[in-house]
């Protein structure tokens, strides 16, 4: 049983390179997926106590001020063994003036009441300043709310979106039937200093996409200094055959094809050019593949005969930007070879000949 143990190990190990994607390359340049908008829930509690010194709590937040609970979200101190006053003034603005409590009773602060005191609910940060004239308190801040719209500048500035080819992109002979597949990952990344939950971002795919599997991915928690990753597969239109121009003089041929690309793609794509396919309208009729060369925007194109096979170029967006020119001298037919002359021999065969034949004849009329 043993004698199989290592041939199995060499197949799957042999299965698992295999596996690995036809461009590992993740790149960032691509239009890929974007980000169009995002939802999370928030949910923190800070305590300080004892506090007489001026004290400040500032949070950041993913989305604008007003997107909080009202009612939940607060500023809250409760006198413990005395009776105390207190400031507080939030992003700037006084909320409290020497506000009195009563020893073992809470003074409540809603988020309603910090709006309508006059601070903005465009903001995207508390700052809460506070300070207490004794030490006997117990004070609590809670930011809370649920699917609060995540701005757009959180977003842009936490996401990070790669793209890979799992399908290598080839130039096809039109628009429609060309198409390779890709995988894009989107990953958040959250230093906001807490936890966000139920995280949720839609995203919009770029207009050459054929499929569109989801707009919708369900990130869940993501811890403060931790990142998640979601991955989508799907399909985008490839470069195509745009136009197609022949210049001949006398044995000589020019073929300018013009590639289009619905964006830039670097050193990946390859082109299989099927000399006989209707899109060429038999210019490559006559092709010497003796003398034939290739370029590309004038720089020469390493290529392979069966067809014309050339692989890892890179293509632009605009079709003026691949310029592939093909160029060929017609193969010249072989000169046929120069009639041999008539050996002497023959003609003295021949003389002799005519001879016998002139005695034969004499001799029969005589």
């Not at 210049?247 to 794509?269: A, G, N």
């Not at 293509?315 to 072989?334: G, I, L």
């Amino acid at each position: 049983m043993k004698r199989y143990i290592l041939p199995v190990i060499l197949l799957a190990s042999f299965l698992l390179f295999s596996a690995n994607p036809v461009n590992a390359t993740w790149n960032t340049y691509r239009e890929d997926i974007e980000q169009s908008s995002g939802t999370c829930d928030i949910d923190i509690t800070y305590w300080h106590n004892s506090t007489t010194t001026q004290t400040y709590r500032n949070i950041s937040l993913p989305c604008q001020l007003g997107q909080l609970n009202r009612t939940v979200t607060s500023f809250a101190i409760k006198a413990n063994g005395a009776n105390i006053s207190y400031n507080l003034t939030v992003d700037g603005t006084v909320i409290k003036s020497a506000q009195t409590v009563s020893d073992g009773n809470w003074s409540n602060t809603t988020l309603s009441n910090i709006i309508s005191g006059g601070v903005s609910q465009s903001l995207t940060y508390l700052n809460f300043t506070f300070d207490v004239n004794k030490s006997n308190n117990i004070i609590k801040i809670r930011v809370y709310g649920t699917d609060v719209n995540i701005t757009s500048t959180w977003l842009s500035n936490n996401i990070v979106i790669k793209e890979k080819d799992v399908t290598t992109p080839t130039v096809g002979t039109s628009s429609s039937s060309s198409y390779w597949t890709v995988n894009d990952s989107i990953t958040i990344n959250n230093t906001i200093g807490y936890q966000l939950d139920d995280v949720n971002i839609t995203v919009t795919y770029p207009s050459h996409a054929i499929s569109e599997p989801t707009a919708y991915f369900n990130v869940g928690s993501i811890a403060n200094n931790a990142e998640k990753t979601r991955y989508v597969n799907y399909q985008k239109r490839g470069p195509y055959v745009y136009d197609v121009d022949e210049d001949v003089s006398d044995t000589t041929h020019e073929v300018t094809i013009y590639v289009k690309s619905d964006e830039l793609l670097t050193s990946v794509v390859d082109w299989t050019v099927i000399v006989t396919d209707d899109v060429y309208n038999g210019v490559f009729d006559t092709l010497n593949y003796d003398t034939l060369t290739v370029e590309l925007n004038g720089v020469d194109m390493d290529w392979e005969q069966g067809s014309i096979v050339m692989e890892d170029f890179t293509v632009k967006e605009a079709y003026s930007q691949n310029k592939f020119v093909f160029t060929w001298t017609e193969a010249v037919p072989p000169t046929p070879p120069a009639p041999e002359p008539t050996p002497e021999w023959l003609y003295l065969i021949i003389i002799a000949a005519a001879i016998a034949l002139i005695v034969i004849i004499y001799s029969i009329k005589k």
